[in-house]
């Protein structure tokens, strides 16, 4: 708590500082966002493992309830009893959780009060010692209610540990009392097998129970003279190697004070023993199968007799049945007969009364055909005529139309005729004066040939001659007296002309 009083007036004293503390605080932010927020997953784990655990409980309850609390069940008064319980034990639950209720809920205000303090912080020592005061309060609070809780888990488990020790004594109660005295043998420890076997009638048992009875006296019991840890031990380890003998040597890690030939001879013993069990159960299995096959016959027989028995109560019973049975039916025929004569009165009389309506309608109808018969043929004859009209029609004014495209196209075709036979003419005469400018073009040339005549020698030799530019440039030109000639201008010579 003093830790806590001084953060807070830390805190406190720390505002006078904010501009040079920034970038720790906020990194303390982002932390506490983290925080917060496993926080809040932890929160949203735990309310959804609680609805499932709470929907868990609402079932069990309820297949509880049907089969425990069922009003017909032939164990209704004993039954009351544990209701009674279930009723006082739910009142002291309700009653527990409104007083764990109201502990949180004092709780809380106290700590949204300190929150409410700590909004509005002031840095003076009584504002510290009533956050401190506050702090211890609340903190008190919390560890009173985790140390009442805590009392009352540790008293729940311990209670919990009692009631798990007493069904698990009612369970094997429960189990002795359905396996009977077949299973007798399964239980027997070591104590047990040391009871001579002679006490015991030898016409009960089978003679393999016996021989292994007598082998476990012999023995040492189903240890063969071990203690128990070393056997189960021996056990563990045989299992482990699947009974090969390649175990012996790691069973002599296990068994300390046991020799190779100790583990020897008690691996035959067991191999021993397991031949033996395994006689005792086929044999208990066949003792089984006979005494079910005896129970059987005899329940057979009864059943025979009872089925015999039943077959001819049956018999009688069916007898005065079928004779009451016939004194129904004759009963119910005469009855029927009366009212098949009294409908088939009623039914004559309707039938009449049914044709007499049937002819009226017939005539109704018929007249009311002969009515659309003749509306029918009136409108047949006028929808024909109005059809041979707008036959006429359409005739006369495709004739028409036929008429004008007739004088439509023979005046478009002149109209075509005329445009090709211009340009027609067009194409003769420009065919013509190309054929007159070609006849001037050849005439001309003809004359111009005839006016010059070229004949050219081939000298190879001129190609490797000096231009007259070339002769020209290389001329030497005196320079002037007058000034000094110091340099020349001129192009560049190419490459290939160099030397020349």
């Not at 164990?75 to 949180?104: D, G």
């Not at 009977?180 to 129970?209: C, F, I, Q, W, Y």
């Amino acid at each position: 708590m003093a830790a806590l009083a001084t953060a807070v007036a830390a805190a406190a004293a720390g505002q006078q500082q904010n501009d040079s503390c920034s970038s720790t605080a906020g990194a303390g932010r982002q932390f506490q966002n983290q925080k917060m927020k496993a926080e809040q997953a932890k929160k949203v784990e735990f309310i959804r493992t609680a609805e499932k655990l709470k929907t868990q409980l609402a079932n069990i309850e309820k297949d509880k309830n049907g089969h425990l609390y069922n009003r017909k069940s032939d164990f209704r008064v004993e039954y009351s009893i544990l209701e009674e319980l279930e009723h006082s034990m739910t009142v002291s639950r309700k009653t527990e959780k409104a007083k764990i209720l109201q502990q949180l809920s004092k709780i809380q205000n106290n700590v949204k009060r300190l929150q409410q303090q700590l909004k509005d912080v002031k840095p003076t020592p009584e504002f510290v010692d009533k956050l401190k005061e506050m702090m211890e309060e609340v903190e008190n609070a919390i560890n009173a209610f985790k140390e009442e809780q805590r009392q009352i888990y540790e008293q729940l488990l311990k209670e919990e540990k009692t009631v798990i020790n007493e069904l698990s004594v009612f369970e094997r109660k429960v189990e002795q009392w359905a396996l009977g005295s077949s299973t007798t043998e399964k239980v027997l420890k070591l104590s047990s097998a040391r009871v001579s076997v002679d006490k015991t009638p030898g016409n009960h048992l089978p003679a393999e129970v016996v021989e292994f009875e007598r082998f476990l006296q012999r023995t040492g019991g189903r240890q063969g003279g071990w203690d128990d840890y070393d056997h189960q031990n021996f056990l563990k380890v045989r299992t482990k190697h699947k009974g090969r003998l390649s175990y012996v040597d790691e069973a002599l890690e296990y068994l300390c004070g046991r020799t190779k030939e100790d583990i020897e001879q008690h691996d035959k013993w067991y191999q021993e023993f397991l031949i033996l069990h395994e006689r005792k159960k086929e044999s208990i299995k066949k003792w089984k199968e006979k005494q079910r096959q005896e129970k059987e016959g005899n329940l057979k027989e009864k059943a025979e007799k009872m089925l015999k028995e039943a077959w001819l109560q049956r018999e009688e019973a069916q007898k005065q049945k079928a004779a009451e049975e016939r004194k129904r039916q004759q009963a119910a025929i005469e009855a029927w007969k009366k009212q098949k004569a009294t409908a088939f009165a009623m039914e004559q009389a309707s039938q009449l009364k049914l044709e007499e309506e049937k002819e009226k309608k017939q005539q109704k109808e018929r007249q009311r055909q002969c009515h659309m018969k003749l509306l029918l043929e009136r409108y047949t004859l006028q929808k024909k005529e109005k059809e041979e009209l707008e036959k006429l029609e359409k005739e006369k004014r495709e004739e028409a139309e036929k008429e004008e495209r007739k004088r439509i196209a023979a005046e478009e075709i002149t109209k075509f005729q005329e445009r090709d036979l211009h340009k027609l003419e067009l194409r003769i005469l420009q065919k013509q004066a190309k054929e007159v400018e070609k006849r001037e073009k050849e005439k001309r040339l003809a004359k111009l040939r005839e006016k010059v005549e070229i004949h050219v020698a081939r000298d190879r030799s001129r190609l490797y001659r000096p231009t007259k530019g070339w002769e020209e440039r290389t001329k030497e030109v005196a320079p002037t007296a007058s000034e000094p000639l110091l340099r020349i201008p001129h192009r560049a010579i190419p490459a290939w002309r160099q030397g020349l």
